[in-house]
């Protein structure tokens, strides 16, 4: 049997149609994203294989660290999270699960596990079976502190190489070389600047015994610098990637997605799928590409059915997007368990900002050890930290947008203020004082919004 690329298994060309981030920049960057993966993904394991010898890491351990880091966002539908997280809300997979049946179905599909033996791989074992070791990176289950305790949960490999599941995807805290490669290519791209060195992270990384399991550490020191990775993905959401005008298109394309889902059949191995069925074939979702856009947006390759879906695409192309009312922050949990339902239901203008543990402070999971005990990890005390670093370190903001550009007036504005004062939003909201003479004929999202939650008050 003839070796291949691992670019080459038929799946992964899926990934090249693929915008990463959704919206904030359609660039060609396959090839640059599928190299910084796997150089990155093996950079750390490598780096703790020769510092650490003793710790054990083989060829193997590396090359299924790779594959998990390459595949496991092959789980994600046209324009990334607006699919999975806006037009498909109550999917039944989550990102890395649905990852996970698209890695079962390219192995399954191309017959790759003769494939694997030729790499070295041993895809049958029982004590370490490398197939599994790699579905399990990618689904990437979360080692509470509870279960450190508790009885060893994965099948891939025995507990010795506990700390070789903390490089993909790690959901203690968040600190894996997934945000690392994105987290630099991204803001290169973007022309931003990133204060968190993953090259330094990974110099510095060792692996400590903690609480009978090993763990990957951080030097203490290097506190400061994880701070700054989470700031630098702060940074990258507020910027870009929920920017009011980012969520305007994105809440317009999954419009124009469920305008389109009943109209739109795709091929699977089970029959015709809608848009919205798709994950349910994994042979259907493989040529669910970001192209839907353009078989919605050009009349002579779509249905004459899609006029409602093309015309929401054809404002975006025309820059005629959705109005932004303004914003105000959510102050009150209890406001904030009572409106949320009812705002995702006008179109999921509610934005959250954190460090990617909701309300924690990620640096309580993570783990450090000192120049004087190389081997021993530890959590760092609040007295060690900066007085500098956040204390809150999430906050949600409900947004307000407006189909009809013409009626976002002072009038209108001063409304949606008026409403964040009676509902006790303590934060100013804040409202743009701009004018536009876009002509549009859609009626106001900001009325109808006051009048269902009118409406809910009351009853």
Request: glycine share 6%.
């Amino acid at each position: 049997m003839e070796k291949k690329e691992i670019k080459d298994w038929g799946e992964t060309e899926m990934l090249e149609f693929l915008k990463k981030d959704g919206l904030e920049e359609w660039k060609k960057r396959f090839q640059g994203w599928f190299l910084g993966l796997i150089c990155n993904f093996g950079e750390l394991a490598r780096a703790l294989s020769s510092k650490q010898p003793e710790l054990g890491i083989n060829k193997r351990d590396i090359l299924c660290v790779e594959i998990a880091g390459l595949c496991h966002d092959l789980g994600h539908g046209p324009f990334s999270h607006l699919y999975d997280g806006i037009f498909i809300p109550k999917a039944y997979a989550k990102h890395e699960d649905a990852s996970l049946l698209m890695f079962d179905h390219l192995v399954k599909d191309n017959g790759l596990k003769p494939l694997m033996k030729l790499y070295g791989l041993d895809p049958y074992g029982n004590e370490e079976n490398d197939l599994k070791f790699i579905t399990e990176m990618i689904q990437g289950k979360p080692l509470t502190e509870a279960q450190v305790e508790a009885s060893w949960p994965y099948e891939g490999r025995k507990e010795e190489k506990s700390f070789l599941y903390e490089i993909v995807a790690n959901k203690l805290n968040g600190i894996d070389v997934d945000k690392f490669d994105y987290l630099a290519r991204d803001a290169y791209h973007l022309g931003m600047q990133s204060n968190f060195d993953h090259k330094r992270f990974i110099m510095l990384a060792r692996v400590c015994e903690v609480n009978g399991r090993k763990r990957i550490c951080s030097r203490d020191k290097e506190v400061g610098n994880l701070y700054d990775m989470f700031h630098t993905r702060n940074c990258l959401h507020r910027r870009v990637c929920q920017h009011k005008t980012h969520k305007s298109i994105e809440i317009m394309i999954s419009e124009a997605f469920l305008e389109a889902d009943e109209h739109i059949e795709i091929e699977g191995s089970g029959g015709k799928f809608k848009l919205s069925e798709a994950k349910d074939d994994m042979e259907a979702y493989t040529k669910l590409t970001d192209q839907v856009f353009e078989t919605i947006l050009h009349p002579w390759s779509s249905s004459p059915k899609l006029e409602k879906a093309r015309k929401i695409l054809e404002r975006i192309v025309s820059r005629n997007l959705y109005k932004f009312v303004g914003e105000t922050k959510v102050c009150s949990k209890v406001l904030m368990s009572l409106y949320y339902i009812w705002f995702v239901m006008a179109g999921d203008h509610l934005v959250t900002f954190d460090y990617g543990k909701k309300d924690e402070d990620p640096i309580k999971n993570t783990y450090f050890y000192s120049k004087d005990e190389p081997t021993k990890g530890f959590k760092i005390s609040d007295n060690q930290k900066s007085k500098l670093i956040p204390t809150t370190f999430s906050e949600k903001i409900i947004r307000v947008y407006c189909k009809n550009a013409e009626k976002v007036n002072k009038d209108v504005r001063d409304a949606f203020k008026d409403w964040c004062k009676e509902k006790k939003y303590l934060a100013e909201p804040q409202v743009i004082f701009r004018y536009s003479m876009l002509k549009v004929q859609c009626v106001s999202i900001l009325w109808y919004l006051v009048m269902r939650l009118q409406s809910a008050t009351n009853s």
